[in-house]
């Protein structure tokens, strides 16, 4: 029997909901098994018959913010990186779908969208920038749902004429600029790190990149042959075939004397600077200052890590997990009586960018930090404010001596 073209696509449930499955698309139906979604299955039957091109009308009141928002992150989930996806998870199942999952796409209007900012507000677990980052999330939801004909196009236009908050809008607030840490500060925090965490600092604070680049480096995204005496990092190298264009990261000696030790025996695609390394180190030195015996049980523990070393803990560091390192390093640090404030690597990338306005200038800075443009650089960079202060310290009045040559004046009397 020959096989049959253009067969109609099947009654099908995912979790749910009734769904079709055509040209590589699922198209949404409605609650499965209910009389609506049934009716909009004989309809696409009978206008698919009619048409050799099958289609659904999906401007129809009967597509919900919930059948959008559900097949929006089922697309979210497969495109976005994890951090991302997450963002648009939360925004989507605490507010959205809370407030508005049963209404009509067509239905939710601007000042839905402001009720949803309202709560994020009442609920103070957002500064003001996050609540604009969510709201520009959601509008975007709807603007892929316009892509995929979930939506009408003046539905997402309506939404967009919705401003941004401002800052002293009532009910925000705004959390303090991220400053640069001192060196010294650092300095002192180093002893207290593992041997892999503490190059991983020096490297950041060398260079300025971001805590992601760092965490995500992996062996062959390094190129030593590009030019002499200098190695460059080029983030995603390993991810793509085609990576010229992409902002290598020049690396110099010193950085190379830092990194240097974590390539060796590894493969391209491992990560330079492992947990796993760390932990090892970590391991090694708490042995090295043991005053007891290794008791068997310890060294069968040992021998158990040695032949599953992926056991609870990931090959690459992320930037959570580099954070909380270097935040035990302080508290460790603080128990041993150094006093040191709290901080955080991406504070290191403001070190390295007001170091470099400070003594070589705004541009390089901008260079450095790759900057698209010198106001983002101006951002991180602080080092204006520093150079007016020297000034402001070496300040003469001229006004104190009379100008050169000049000849007091006396004052006529009557």
């Not at 939506?151 to 309506?158: H, L, R, S």
């Amino acid at each position: 029997m020959p096989k049959l073209k253009n067969r109609p696509p099947k009654y099908a449930q995912f979790k749910q909901y009734a769904v079709i499955y055509h040209q590589k698309k699922r198209i949404y139906l409605g609650l499965f098994g209910s009389e609506e979604s049934k009716v909009a299955y004989a309809r696409f039957i009978a206008e698919s018959r009619a048409n050799p091109i099958f289609y659904l009308p999906k401007d129809e009141p009967n597509v919900t913010v919930k059948e959008l928002a559900a097949a929006f992150l089922e697309f979210a989930k497969e495109t976005y990186d994890y951090s991302n996806y997450t963002h648009y998870k939360i925004v989507t199942i605490d507010f959205l779908l809370k407030l508005y999952g049963d209404i009509p796409v067509d239905d939710f209007k601007p000042g839905c969208l402001k009720t949803i900012r309202s709560e994020m507000i009442q609920s103070k677990r957002y500064c003001r920038p996050t609540i604009n980052d969510h709201i520009g999330r959601l509008v975007r939801i709807f603007g892929w749902g316009v892509e995929e004909e979930y939506a009408q196009p003046n539905t997402v236009a309506a939404l967009r004429e919705v401003k941004a908050l401002r800052k002293g809008d009532p009910g925000t607030f705004d959390h303090p600029p991220r400053k640069e840490v001192p060196d010294d500060v650092i300095k002192r925090t180093l002893p207290f790190m593992s041997l892999t965490v503490a190059a991983m600092v020096q490297v950041q604070r060398l260079t300025g990149m971001r805590p992601s680049e760092l965490c995500s480096m992996t062996v062959g995204d390094i190129d030593k042959n590009r030019e002499p005496g200098l190695w460059h990092y080029i983030p995603g190298k390993q991810k793509t075939e085609e990576y010229i264009g992409a902002a290598p990261i020049p690396l110099g000696k010193p950085e190379q004397e830092l990194i240097a030790p974590y390539l060796e025996n590894k493969t391209e695609k491992a990560a330079v600077f492992s947990p796993r390394t760390a932990i090892k180190e970590i391991r090694e030195r708490q042995r090295a200052v043991r005053k007891s015996k290794v008791t068997p049980s310890q060294m069968e523990r040992d021998r158990q890590r040695a032949e599953h070393p992926a056991d609870n803990v990931g090959e690459f560091y992320d930037r959570n997990s580099y954070r909380q390192a270097v935040g035990h390093a302080i508290t460790q640090a603080n128990k041993a009586g150094q006093n040191i404030p709290k901080w955080s690597p991406y504070q290191l990338r403001h070190a390295q960018a007001t170091d470099l306005e400070k003594n070589e200038g705004l541009d390089v800075a901008q260079a450095v930090l790759r900057h698209t443009t010198a106001n983002t650089t101006k951002r991180y960079a602080h080092g204006q404010l520093a150079i007016a202060e020297e000034v402001a310290r070496n300040r003469v009045n001229p006004f104190e001596e009379p100008a050169t040559g000049a000849e007091p004046t006396e004052r006529k009397t009557s």
